[in-house]
């Protein structure tokens, strides 16, 4: 398949590199799919490699609400709560999803973009499918900053792209960051720059509400959205048994399972 290029003389360009950038903007887009996605409401999705138990269940509990709007979602798609964000996409119809690789786009595709995400056994992943069936008929999209001919994740394009993908969002969700790690560097340069940016509740994303980053719940972060330009999605007729979010039972103040407090990192 033969990738496309769009620089900011095109009309198609997206409006929010030209004017959260201006003469910073990448010079060349490369590109698999409907870059019209880029014109939905957008959200980003960054967070850290590792995550605990209590913050992967506080992030999915906003996702119960998340999951309710339509959007676009982006992002490199490499921690193990940003994969789970990713499969969400795959499994809601009213979320379209975008790939940002680090890769030139001569080199990377769709199948060798999910071996560098999902190594087996979890290469099996149920929504695998429907993420085939969605490149097949046109139904991904998929960006680059990097020259064509690169087939290397180098860090220097890796921090671009994650930034870029920050710029072309309306919104940027941060499941989990700690100090020392990229993505709250990522995250401090987003809220400098205004973009809109927030993260759950949690006490385990102190480090982000010192910050002033917006911490919210799962009754708080549709009003959020919806002040932002986000709107619900219609209620949808189907109903699929293979559910990626589940509701947890409530759980006693101040008690919580022991394997919750240690740390996810596949």
């Not at 950038?21 to 959200?43: A, C, N, Q, V």
């Not at 030139?104 to 979890?122: A, I, K, V, Y």
């Amino acid at each position: 398949m033969e990738y496309q290029i769009v620089t900011p003389s095109d009309q198609e360009y997206p409006g929010r590199l030209l004017d959260r950038l201006g003469k910073s903007s990448p010079e060349r887009i490369f590109y698999w799919g409907p870059l019209d996605f880029l014109r939905r409401f957008t959200m980003g999705v960054i967070s850290a490699d590792s995550i605990s138990g209590l913050a992967l269940m506080a992030a999915n509990q906003l996702l119960f609400t998340i999951r309710e709007y339509d959007l676009n979602i982006i992002g490199g798609w490499h921690s193990v709560m940003e994969t789970e964000i990713f499969r969400l996409g795959l499994f809601r119809k009213n979320f379209t999803v975008t790939l940002f690789t680090a890769k030139g786009l001569e080199r990377e595709t769709f199948e060798s973009f999910l071996e560098t995400r999902f190594h087996p056994p979890l290469h099996e992943f149920p929504e695998r499918d429907e993420y085939f069936r969605r490149a097949k008929e046109g139904k991904l999209l998929m960006l680059s900053v990097s020259p064509p001919q690169e087939a290397k994740m180098k860090r220097p394009n890796i921090i671009n792209r994650n930034w870029l993908a920050c710029v072309l969002s309306d919104v940027v969700f941060v499941p989990f960051a700690e100090k020392g790690t990229k993505t709250l560097a990522l995250a401090k340069r987003v809220l400098s720059a205004q973009i809109p940016i927030f993260t759950t509740d949690h006490e385990a994303n102190n480090v982000l509400h010192k910050l002033g980053i917006l911490g919210l719940s799962r009754k708080s972060v549709g009003a959020y959205l919806e002040k932002l330009g986000a709107h619900r999605a219609q209620p949808s007729q189907e109903v699929n048994e293979k559910m990626l979010l589940r509701e947890q039972p409530p759980q006693q103040e101040n008690e919580s399972p022991k394997f919750l407090q240690g740390k996810f990192n596949f």
